[in-house]
């Protein structure tokens, strides 16, 4: 188990907070996916929310990250609003996107968040020239990418790497290594087991942290911060993790994988070992949990009573904000 002591309680409780919003806020999506009240696709990250929980809390508001088409974690850890992120999902106007661009395309500069994205490792690049503005800057900014193991075979992974290398760039690479790139296991697909060995390729640093121990998570990130911000360039982090849920939200989809594996992997639960670890640690109880949970609940039924309330676009808007066809 990772030590915490450089994190107060209340921060301890916050990335738990944090953890259950993504988490309910998705539970909420998908089943309001599968009544057909959200349109689009929508792909969950229950069961990774630690990875995204325990980066983002090592960044700071001068930070930028950039998130994959499943986004709503990366989201949600970097500070966006409940409120507009279901109405995207909903496909009304007050969404991040007007409710034209759905769950894939929930972005939010003024909190440095730049944007999920449906186009598997487009991320990387876009981000790394963050990280290139950053440098640029001089405000000690840093970049970071998050994104999958199947994006991790793609060319922008490797470019990306190589130039955030060479040029010392203030960018830390977060492989989300849930073993599937949708129905394709990586094992067939990675000559390698681990990502984080191609780091060597590049000359910079490649660290394995259990993806489902956000305090792991938080403390190899905080170690790439720090790294990024003195000018020591950047970091791959590949984070173990596992998604719970099929690939995208689809009644009736079949999930391909192995269920012994798929409940295994569900008896290693972020959520649950985060909640043990505050309680051994004697900061959180039964009434410090219920209140969490409350709150949680809360913002989560403001934000779908926000989304129900709100206007669907016109369709004299169709083509407004669209700059290329
Ligand atoms: C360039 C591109 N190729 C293919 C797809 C279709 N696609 C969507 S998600 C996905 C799998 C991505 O796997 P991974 O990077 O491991 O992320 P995960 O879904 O596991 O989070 C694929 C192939 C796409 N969206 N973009
Ligand atoms: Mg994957």
């Not at 229950?46 to 090592?58: D, F, K, L, S, Y």
């Not at 020239?129 to 970049?143: D, F, R, S, T």
């Not at 190589?162 to 290594?177: Q, R, T």
Request: charged content about 20%.
């Amino acid at each position: 188990m990772a030590l915490s002591t450089n994190l107060s309680p209340d921060k301890q409780r916050e990335m738990l907070r944090q953890m259950l919003t993504i988490r309910r806020f998705e539970e909420r999506a998908s089943a309001d996916y599968l009544a057909g009240k959200i349109y689009g696709v929508v792909h969950c990250y229950i069961g990774e929310e630690a990875v995204a929980v325990g980066v983002c809390t090592a960044l700071g508001g001068n930070d930028r990250i950039i998130s994959t088409h499943r986004g709503h974690g990366h989201c949600i850890a970097k500070g966006a609003d409940l409120n507009r992120m279901m109405a995207e999902l909903y496909g009304r106007q007050t969404g991040y996107c007007k409710g034209k661009g759905g769950s894939m395309h929930i972005a939010d500069f003024g909190i440095g968040m730049l944007g999920a994205n449906g186009i598997v490792a487009g991320g990387i690049s876009i981000v790394t020239g963050a990280g290139l503005a950053a440098q640029m800057e001089g405000k000690g900014g840093v970049a970071v990418s998050f994104f999958g193991d199947g994006a991790s075979n793609a060319g922008p992974f490797h470019e990306c790497l190589n130039i955030a290398a060479a040029w010392k760039l203030p960018m830390i690479y977060v492989c989300e290594n849930n073993m599937y790139a949708a129905q394709t296991a990586a094992a067939q697909t990675h000559a390698l087991p681990d990502v984080a060995a191609r780091a060597a390729g590049y000359g910079i640093p490649g660290i394995v942290v259990d993806g489902n121990d956000v305090f792991a998570v938080h403390q190899a990130a905080s170690g790439a911060v720090d790294r990024a911000r003195s000018g020591g360039g950047p970091t791959l982090i590949e984070c173990k993790t596992y998604r719970w849920r099929a690939h995208t939200e689809r009644k009736g989809q079949p999930d391909p994988r192995d269920q012994a594996e798929v409940e295994a992997w569900k008896r290693k639960d972020p959520i649950a070992l985060l909640e043990r670890q505050l309680r051994d640690q004697g900061e959180l109880d039964d009434p410090g949990l219920r209140a969490i949970e409350g709150g949680v609940m809360s913002a989560l039924e403001a934000a779908v009573a926000f989304a129900e309330a709100s206007p669907f676009p016109l369709p004299e808007q169709a083509t407004d904000d669209v700059f290329a066809a």
